[in-house]
C-alpha cells in the first residue's frame, strides 16, 4: 500500500522532529523543509497529499506560499493545514481567505494535528461518484470540479467539501456543528469563526450577489442550508 505523503514545512526543527515522529508513527510518509523555498521545490518535485504549514519562515511566509499553492492548478486542491503561534481571530481569517483548510495554534497536541491530517484525507478520498446539481450550479463529485453558468470555479479543498455536503442535501438546515464535522471532518468545538470564513468565501466564489446569496442561505440561530429551489 502507497503511503500518503505529508510535508512538514516549520523552521523550528524541534516541532518538525517531533511531527515527523507522529506522522511516521500514524502511518504517513513525511517530507521535511525548514524555508519557504525549499517547501516550494519539493511542492513542486514531489506534490505531497497535504501540507503542514508554519506562517512564519525566515524567506517567504506561509500566505505567500499558500497564495502559490492555490494559483498553481497542478497543486491546487493540496489541502494546508496552518501552524503558527499566531492567536488573533484576524491572522486565522486571513489564512484562511487565502485558501488555507485548517488552522492550528502553538502550542498543540502532535495527537489533535494527526487527527485532523487524518480528518482531512478521509474527507479528500471518501468522495462518491455523482454530479450534483442546483440551478446554474453544478458539481462534478468524482472530479472535484464545481461550475457555475459553465464556468469553472477555483474551491480549495475544504470548500469543496462543504459546498458538496450542502448540495447533497439541498434544502435541509444544517447546524453548524454539523457541518464542521461533515465538512471539516472533525468533531470539535470553537471553529464557528473558521466555518463561516469558509462560507463567506464560497459566496463571493460561487453568487451572484454574495451580499444576498441564492445558494448557500443563512438560517438564523441554527446554521447554513443550500436553497431546495434555485
Partial sequence: MIKQ?????????????????????????????????????????DKPDLLLLDLMLPDR???DITRLVRSDPALAATPIIMLTARVADTDKIVGLEMGADDYVTKPYNPREVVARVRARLRSQSAVPSQTLRAGDLAMDVERREVKVNGRLIDLTPTEFNLLRVLMQQA?????????????????????????????????????PEPRHPVYIQTVYGVGYRLAGDV
Fill in 5 to 45: 505523503r505529508i510535508l512538514v514545512v516549520d523552521d523550528d526543527k524541534e516541532v518538525v522532529r517531533l511531527m515527523r515522529a507522529y506522522l511516521e508513527q500514524a502511518g504517513y510518509e513525511v517530507l521535511v523543509a525548514y524555508d519557504g523555498d525549499t517547501a516550494v521545490h519539493i511542492l513542486r518535485r
Fill in 61 to 63: 511566509d506561509g500566505y
Fill in 171 to 207: 434544502g435541509y438546515v444544517f447546524t453548524r456543528s454539523e457541518l464542521i464535522s461533515k465538512g471539516l471532518g472533525l468533531d470539535y468545538e470553537g471553529l464557528d469563526r473558521t466555518l463561516d470564513s469558509h462560507i463567506r468565501n464560497l459566496r463571493h466564489k460561487i453568487e
